[in-house]
Structures are given as structure tokens and as C-alpha cells.
């Protein structure tokens, strides 16, 4: 006799748990806010502002030539943010080309985290001394990494969680389906947060998914959704931090997503007003993430003219800083085309690397 040819069949797990909630979680502007630690109120304000800089600032330098393409992440701050301060240092990050804002927070070096996007050699950064694995341009092929990673963490014994960031369009890959199938049935502690910016490059959220929300989905895989207010960054800490600590407990991974905005186009080779309209861009800046946490401030008596300088000065000094040194012309040198190819290089990677050695040579005694 099968499973389905008993008298009452139950599933193996219960889905209402699993079921996220029908609105998304907010606690800035409500009476839970006032519970919330002035040292994280204010350290989310200055981290946002600094981040809010480096996206002008990047942007700038794509429009001096300094880098090929910039993604930016401007109106999705608080999600970025929120994401990097809720791990350890022990744990990972899975970013994906739109989250420099997360790796830059986690510690690395701001212009290691353009290195990508200058067009550079690798990711720029060393992904085993951070715990930042590389921006991944490819969308959703982060997951299955952070999956892998993870499981094999807790097989051998470390405690260690990964946080796989990805945006709503890479939830329509394979790799999305793959990668939560994997960590449902492993139990792996790994966190998936989904940044619904509303749109996958041109295309809109109604075109990608029938489902109720993309925190539906976790129902699916046997996990829980978590559905939160991507521009309050109070919220999506709570909700990021919690699912963290159920992940390093043993409690298997979540799905969050986080409901935003991408006011600036899709990269500075994007043209936005060709398929949304300035209205809808202006309805979203009045839910902008650092006025609703300066707002909070303000009425706790938090914010004043000191915080203000004191945030203002450090993101300018960050902002110069980047742009004095990517404004560096970096030294390359072509034979790293060779260097970190094979473990041991092959006959044909040898014969191409003389080759272009000879060609050097005889360049620089011309």
C-alpha cells in the first residue's frame, strides 16, 4: 500500500506555519519602534547615508569612464544594510552584481568591491578572508554556491550561516528552484533574501509570478516566508537577524523577501523611462529608507545637528577617498591571464603564456 492509498494521508509538513504574513512586517512608525536600541537606530542612519553616498559616487565615476557599469542600489539601502550587519563574522555572504552596498558594509574595501565592475581581474577581493563570496552577474547562480557552502559547513561541525541575496528576477531561474529545494530537504543553514525591486531590468513583477508574493514560494520547499518592508531597515534586521539564528540553531532555512524599490535605472546603460513612469518613482522616494529612519530619530529624540555632521563627514570622506583612488590607473600586469587558470597549467596554457611573454619582450625592446 502506497502513502496516497491509506485512508488519511497527511502531509509531512504542516504549510500555515510556513505561511508568511498577508502584509509586510514593519516596526519603524509604530509603538514596537520604541523598543528598538538607539545604538542600532543610529548606527542603521549613518550606515544608510554612507551607503546612499557611495551609489552617487559610483554612479559619477561610470560617467567619467572610471567604471564600465554600476548597478545601483539607491532606494534599497536599508535592505543592503540590514543584511550585513545580521551575520557573524564567522558567516557568508552570496551577493549578487547589485549588492556592493552589503559587501562594502561586511568590511571590504570599497574600490576591491568595484574591481568587478572596472572590469578588472576577478572579484577583487579575496572571498576566503572576508567571507564574501564574488558579485555574481549570472543571475540566481550564487544560491546553489551558498547552499554547497553551507551544507558542507555544518557536516563539518562549523557554525556557520549563509545569506544568498538575490533579486526578484533571479527567483525565475532554475537555480532559485535548486538551490531552496536542496537547503529545504538538507536542512542547510542558509538564509535566501529575495529583494523585490519591482522590476527584473524592464521587466515588471506581473509578468514574472502569479504567486501572492515571492514569500509564498517558501511554502513550496517546505520552509518559511518571511515578508518584510524592504525600506524599513529596522524590520528587515529583525527579520534577517531571526532567520539567521534559527538557521545556526538547526532550524533549516527561510526565505525572505523584502519589498522595495529600485529608483535609479537598472545600470547606467538602462533607460527606466521606457517602461515606468516618473509618478510611480516619486510615490516610492516618499517612502525613501533613511527619511523614515530619520523620522524615527526625531522622535525619539535621537537625531540632532552633531549626528547629522558627524554621518555627513564620514560618507565624504569615503566618497573622496573612492574617488581619488579608482581616478588610479591600476597596474596590470597580462601575464595574470595565465596565473590562477589550472592548478597546474596545461601544455596549451604554457605555449599561449610564452607566447605572449614573446610578444612583450620584443614590445619593450622595440
Not at 557536516?155 to 529545504?184: I, K, P, R
Not at 515578508?227 to 532550524?251: F, I, P
Request: with cysteine; charged share 25%.
Amino acid at each position: 500500500m502506497t502513502v496516497l492509498d491509506q485512508p488519511v494521508w497527511h502531509p509531512r509538513t504542516e504549510p500555515a506555519p510556513l505561511l508568511p504574513d498577508a502584509e509586510p512586517y514593519r516596526v519603524l512608525g509604530t509603538p514596537q519602534a520604541r523598543t528598538l536600541e538607539p545604538g542600532l537606530l543610529t548606527e542603521l542612519y549613518g550606515r544608510l547615508v554612507r551607503g546612499r553616498r557611495y551609489n552617487r559616487q559610483a554612479t559619477a565615476l561610470t560617467k567619467q569612464g572610471r567604471l564600465a557599469v554600476y548597478p545601483s542600489s539607491t532606494g534599497q539601502e536599508a535592505c543592503q544594510i540590514a543584511a550585513a550587519l545580521a551575520l557573524r563574522p564567522q558567516d557568508w555572504i552570496f551577493p549578487s552584481y547589485r549588492d556592493t552596498l552589503a559587501v562594502v558594509a561586511r568590511g571590504v574595501d570599497p574600490v576591491q568591491v568595484l574591481t568587478l565592475l572596472r572590469g578588472d581581474w576577478h572579484s577583487g577581493y579575496d572571498s576566503r578572508a572576508c567571507h564574501v563570496a564574488p558579485l555574481s552577474t549570472p543571475l540566481a547562480t550564487q544560491l546553489p554556491h551558498a547552499v554547497g557552502l553551507a551544507h558542507a559547513a555544518r557536516l563539518q561541525g562549523d557554525d556557520v550561516v549563509a545569506l544568498a541575496m538575490v533579486g526578484d528576477g533571479g527567483t525565475s531561474e532554475g537555480d532559485f528552484h535548486e538551490a531552496l529545494n536542496f537547503a529545504a530537504v538538507w536542512r542547510a543553514p542558509v538564509v535566501f533574501f529575495v529583494q523585490n525591486n519591482g522590476f527584473a531590468i524592464s521587466v515588471p513583477l506581473a509578468k514574472q509570478t502569479a504567486a501572492p508574493s515571492f514569500a509564498h514560494k517558501a511554502v513550496g520547499y517546505g520552509m518559511p516566508g518571511r515578508l518584510v518592508d524592504g525600506n524599513d531597515a529596522a524590520a528587515v534586521h529583525e527579520v534577517l537577524t531571526e532567520a539567521v539564528r534559527q538557521a545556526r540553531e538547526g532550524g533549516g532555512p527561510t526565505l525572505v523577501e523584502a519589498v522595495t524599490y529600485r529608483i535609479e535605472a537598472h545600470t547606467n546603460a538602462d533607460d527606466a523611462g521606457r517602461y515606468r513612469d516618473d509618478a510611480e518613482v516619486e510615490a516610492w522616494r516618499d517612502r525613501d529608507p533613511i527619511a523614515l529612519l530619520e523620522q524615527e530619530l526625531r522622535a525619539r529624540g535621537l537625531f540632532d545637528e552633531s549626528l547629522v555632521s558627524e554621518v555627513e563627514d564620514d560618507a565624504e570622506r569615503m566618497a573622496a577617498d573612492l574617488r581619488d583612488r579608482m581616478n588610479e590607473d591600476p597596474a596590470l600586469d597580462p601575464m595574470d591571464l595565465f596565473a590562477h587558470v589550472y592548478a597546474e597549467p596545461t601544455p596549451q596554457l604554457r605555449e599561449q603564456a610564452e607566447m605572449l611573454r614573446a610578444e612583450l619582450d620584443a614590445e619593450a625592446g622595440s
